[in-house]
Protein backbone atom coordinates (compact mmCIF):
# COMPACT_ATOMS: atom_id res chain seq x y z
CA UNK A 1 0.00 0.00 0.00
CA UNK A 2 1.17 3.06 -0.57
CA UNK A 3 1.68 5.40 1.98
CA UNK A 4 2.92 8.74 1.85
CA UNK A 5 4.50 11.00 4.94
CA UNK A 6 4.79 14.80 5.11
CA UNK A 7 6.96 16.68 7.94
CA UNK A 8 6.59 18.29 9.53
CA UNK A 9 3.04 19.23 9.76
CA UNK A 10 2.73 22.99 11.50
CA UNK A 11 5.23 25.30 10.10
CA UNK A 12 5.90 28.78 11.83
CA UNK A 13 8.31 30.64 10.66
CA UNK A 14 9.54 34.60 10.28
CA UNK A 15 10.04 36.72 7.17
CA UNK A 16 13.51 36.15 5.45
CA UNK A 17 13.80 32.45 7.13
CA UNK A 18 14.79 29.42 4.68
CA UNK A 19 13.16 26.27 6.10
CA UNK A 20 12.27 22.92 4.10
CA UNK A 21 9.45 20.40 3.95
CA UNK A 22 10.00 16.65 3.76
CA UNK A 23 8.19 14.11 1.65
CA UNK A 24 8.47 10.31 2.27
CA UNK A 25 6.71 7.87 -0.06
CA UNK A 26 6.92 3.89 0.98
CA UNK A 27 6.63 2.54 -2.81
CA UNK A 28 7.95 3.08 -6.42
CA UNK A 29 6.57 6.21 -7.59
CA UNK A 30 6.14 7.80 -11.76
CA UNK A 31 5.07 11.26 -10.39
CA UNK A 32 5.72 13.31 -7.54
CA UNK A 33 3.54 16.69 -7.02
CA UNK A 34 3.47 19.31 -4.95
CA UNK A 35 0.57 21.37 -4.61
CA UNK A 36 -0.78 24.58 -1.99
CA UNK A 37 -3.96 25.44 -0.86
CA UNK A 38 -5.15 28.45 0.74
CA UNK A 39 -7.83 28.60 3.26
CA UNK A 40 -11.37 27.53 1.46
CA UNK A 41 -9.49 27.36 -1.74
CA UNK A 42 -8.69 24.69 -3.87
CA UNK A 43 -5.44 23.24 -4.51
CA UNK A 44 -2.95 25.25 -7.03
CA UNK A 45 -0.41 23.05 -8.96
CA UNK A 46 3.61 24.02 -8.14
CA UNK A 47 5.76 21.33 -9.26
CA UNK A 48 5.42 17.88 -11.19
CA UNK A 49 8.63 15.82 -10.29
CA UNK A 50 9.50 12.74 -12.31
CA UNK A 51 13.12 11.50 -12.10
CA UNK A 52 15.75 10.97 -9.59
CA UNK A 53 17.35 14.11 -8.86
CA UNK A 54 14.87 16.26 -10.87
CA UNK A 55 14.87 20.05 -9.37
CA UNK A 56 12.71 22.39 -10.02
CA UNK A 57 12.24 26.27 -8.70
CA UNK A 58 10.11 29.09 -8.89
CA UNK A 59 10.37 31.78 -6.96
CA UNK A 60 10.95 31.09 -3.64
CA UNK A 61 9.81 27.39 -4.05
CA UNK A 62 12.32 24.50 -4.85
CA UNK A 63 11.46 20.60 -4.90
CA UNK A 64 13.94 18.18 -5.19
CA UNK A 65 12.95 14.31 -5.95
CA UNK A 66 15.26 11.60 -4.79
CA UNK A 67 13.70 8.60 -5.69
CA UNK A 68 16.42 6.28 -4.35
CA UNK A 69 15.46 7.72 -0.45
CA UNK A 70 11.73 8.07 -1.85
CA UNK A 71 11.84 11.54 -0.72
CA UNK A 72 10.86 14.90 -2.46
CA UNK A 73 11.88 18.13 -0.43
CA UNK A 74 10.09 21.37 -0.61
CA UNK A 75 12.86 23.86 0.15
CA UNK A 76 11.64 27.81 1.26
CA UNK A 77 14.06 30.51 0.72
CA UNK A 78 13.95 34.19 2.27
CA UNK A 79 10.19 33.41 3.71
CA UNK A 80 7.53 36.10 2.98
CA UNK A 81 3.84 36.05 4.06
CA UNK A 82 2.68 35.54 0.99
CA UNK A 83 3.55 31.74 1.11
CA UNK A 84 1.59 31.43 4.10
CA UNK A 85 -0.78 28.22 2.79
CA UNK A 86 -1.19 24.76 3.22
CA UNK A 87 1.42 22.55 1.27
CA UNK A 88 0.72 19.20 0.44
CA UNK A 89 2.93 16.29 -1.62
CA UNK A 90 1.33 13.78 -3.92
CA UNK A 91 2.37 10.11 -5.11
CA UNK A 92 1.54 8.99 -8.19
CA UNK A 93 2.19 5.50 -8.26
CA UNK A 94 1.62 3.54 -11.61
CA UNK A 95 2.93 0.42 -9.97
CA UNK A 96 0.18 0.46 -7.55
CA UNK A 97 -2.36 2.15 -9.45
CA UNK A 98 -2.95 4.63 -6.28
CA UNK A 99 -2.41 8.39 -5.72
CA UNK A 100 -2.04 9.76 -2.70
CA UNK A 101 -1.22 13.23 -0.75
CA UNK A 102 1.11 13.91 2.55
CA UNK A 103 -1.25 15.44 5.33
CA UNK A 104 -0.07 18.23 4.29
CA UNK A 105 1.89 20.86 6.22
CA UNK A 106 0.39 24.38 7.44
CA UNK A 107 3.27 27.21 6.60
CA UNK A 108 2.49 30.59 8.67
CA UNK A 109 4.83 33.01 8.03
CA UNK A 110 5.29 35.60 10.72
CA UNK A 111 6.85 39.42 9.90
CA UNK B 1 -7.05 26.76 -21.06
CA UNK B 2 -5.83 25.31 -18.01
CA UNK B 3 -9.90 25.07 -16.55
CA UNK B 4 -11.35 22.22 -14.92
CA UNK B 5 -15.17 24.08 -13.47
CA UNK B 6 -17.19 22.05 -11.23
CA UNK B 7 -20.76 22.97 -10.55
CA UNK B 8 -22.75 23.37 -8.26
CA UNK B 9 -20.33 25.60 -6.03
CA UNK B 10 -22.19 24.51 -3.19
CA UNK B 11 -24.57 22.64 -2.46
CA UNK B 12 -27.40 21.62 0.80
CA UNK B 13 -28.84 18.25 0.42
CA UNK B 14 -30.92 16.57 2.69
CA UNK B 15 -30.34 12.71 3.71
CA UNK B 16 -33.29 11.81 1.38
CA UNK B 17 -32.59 13.53 -1.67
CA UNK B 18 -30.41 12.34 -5.03
CA UNK B 19 -28.43 15.35 -6.34
CA UNK B 20 -25.63 15.16 -8.84
CA UNK B 21 -21.97 16.98 -9.05
CA UNK B 22 -20.81 17.98 -12.75
CA UNK B 23 -17.23 18.62 -13.59
CA UNK B 24 -16.13 19.55 -17.27
CA UNK B 25 -12.73 20.29 -18.76
CA UNK B 26 -11.95 21.10 -21.96
CA UNK B 27 -7.77 20.80 -22.21
CA UNK B 28 -8.28 17.20 -24.35
CA UNK B 29 -7.22 15.28 -20.64
CA UNK B 30 -8.32 11.67 -20.90
CA UNK B 31 -8.07 10.89 -16.76
CA UNK B 32 -10.49 12.39 -14.90
CA UNK B 33 -10.49 11.91 -11.21
CA UNK B 34 -13.47 12.70 -7.77
CA UNK B 35 -11.53 13.34 -4.72
CA UNK B 36 -13.20 14.24 -1.14
CA UNK B 37 -11.93 16.61 1.42
CA UNK B 38 -12.61 17.16 5.04
CA UNK B 39 -11.92 20.33 6.95
CA UNK B 40 -8.02 19.92 7.93
CA UNK B 41 -7.01 16.81 6.08
CA UNK B 42 -5.89 15.99 2.68
CA UNK B 43 -7.82 14.64 -0.23
CA UNK B 44 -8.72 11.75 -0.16
CA UNK B 45 -9.05 10.00 -3.73
CA UNK B 46 -12.38 8.58 -4.67
CA UNK B 47 -12.49 7.54 -8.48
CA UNK B 48 -10.72 7.76 -11.46
CA UNK B 49 -11.40 6.98 -14.81
CA UNK B 50 -9.02 7.03 -17.83
CA UNK B 51 -10.64 6.66 -20.99
CA UNK B 52 -13.77 6.81 -19.98
CA UNK B 53 -13.42 3.70 -17.95
CA UNK B 54 -13.24 3.48 -14.47
CA UNK B 55 -9.40 2.74 -13.42
CA UNK B 56 -9.56 2.97 -9.64
CA UNK B 57 -12.61 2.87 -6.96
CA UNK B 58 -11.22 3.35 -3.33
CA UNK B 59 -13.41 1.54 -1.71
CA UNK B 60 -16.22 4.40 -1.69
CA UNK B 61 -19.88 3.67 -0.21
CA UNK B 62 -22.18 2.65 -3.14
CA UNK B 63 -24.34 6.03 -2.19
CA UNK B 64 -21.84 7.79 -4.05
CA UNK B 65 -21.87 6.86 -7.74
CA UNK B 66 -19.57 7.99 -10.76
CA UNK B 67 -20.40 8.87 -14.16
CA UNK B 68 -18.29 9.45 -17.07
CA UNK B 69 -20.50 10.16 -19.82
CA UNK B 70 -17.28 11.42 -22.42
CA UNK B 71 -14.08 12.88 -22.24
CA UNK B 72 -14.76 15.85 -20.90
CA UNK B 73 -17.57 15.20 -18.52
CA UNK B 74 -17.27 14.02 -15.45
CA UNK B 75 -20.57 13.25 -12.93
CA UNK B 76 -20.72 11.68 -8.93
CA UNK B 77 -24.07 11.21 -8.26
CA UNK B 78 -25.12 11.13 -4.63
CA UNK B 79 -28.02 9.35 -3.11
CA UNK B 80 -29.05 8.83 0.61
CA UNK B 81 -25.42 10.68 2.12
CA UNK B 82 -24.97 10.97 5.87
CA UNK B 83 -24.20 13.75 7.06
CA UNK B 84 -20.73 12.70 7.55
CA UNK B 85 -20.58 12.68 4.09
CA UNK B 86 -20.61 16.78 4.17
CA UNK B 87 -17.16 17.80 2.63
CA UNK B 88 -15.11 19.39 -0.51
CA UNK B 89 -15.26 17.14 -3.49
CA UNK B 90 -12.98 17.87 -6.08
CA UNK B 91 -12.74 17.16 -9.70
CA UNK B 92 -9.44 16.88 -11.13
CA UNK B 93 -7.87 16.18 -14.39
CA UNK B 94 -4.99 15.13 -16.63
CA UNK B 95 -3.82 14.29 -19.48
CA UNK B 96 -3.33 10.64 -19.09
CA UNK B 97 -2.12 7.97 -16.75
CA UNK B 98 0.35 6.87 -18.81
CA UNK B 99 4.11 6.11 -17.24
CA UNK B 100 5.05 9.90 -17.75
CA UNK B 101 7.58 10.78 -20.59
CA UNK B 102 7.09 14.54 -19.76
CA UNK B 103 5.62 15.84 -16.81
CA UNK B 104 1.56 14.96 -16.16
CA UNK B 105 0.33 17.84 -14.02
CA UNK B 106 -3.58 17.23 -12.44
CA UNK B 107 -5.62 20.20 -12.52
CA UNK B 108 -8.25 20.55 -9.69
CA UNK B 109 -11.39 22.43 -10.01
CA UNK B 110 -12.92 25.22 -7.31
CA UNK B 111 -14.29 22.07 -5.37
CA UNK B 112 -18.17 22.14 -4.69
CA UNK B 113 -18.96 22.57 -1.12
CA UNK B 114 -21.33 19.58 0.25
CA UNK B 115 -23.45 19.88 3.18
CA UNK B 116 -25.32 16.83 4.06
CA UNK B 117 -28.46 17.93 6.70
Same mark, same amino acid.
Given at each position: ??? %????? !??????????????? *???????????????????????? $? !????? =?????????? #????? @??????????????? #? =??????????????? /???????????? | ??? %????????? &??????? +? !?????? &??? /?? &?????????????? &????????? +?? *??? %????? #??????????????? @??????? =??????? +??? /??????? *???????????? $??
Amino acid at each position: ELK %VEQNP !LFLSMQEGKNYTIYC *NYSTTSDRLYWYRQDPGKSLESLF $V !LLSNG =AVKQEGRLMA #SLDTK @ARLSTLHITAAVHDL #S =ATYFCAVDSWENNDM /RFGAGTRLTVKP | DTE %VTQTPKHLV &MGMTNKK +S !LKCEQH &MGH /RA &MYWYKQKAKKPPEL &MFVYSYEKL +SI *NES %VPSRF #SPECPNSSLLNLHLH @ALQPEDS =ALYLCAS +SQD /RARPVSG *NTIYFGEGSWLT $VV
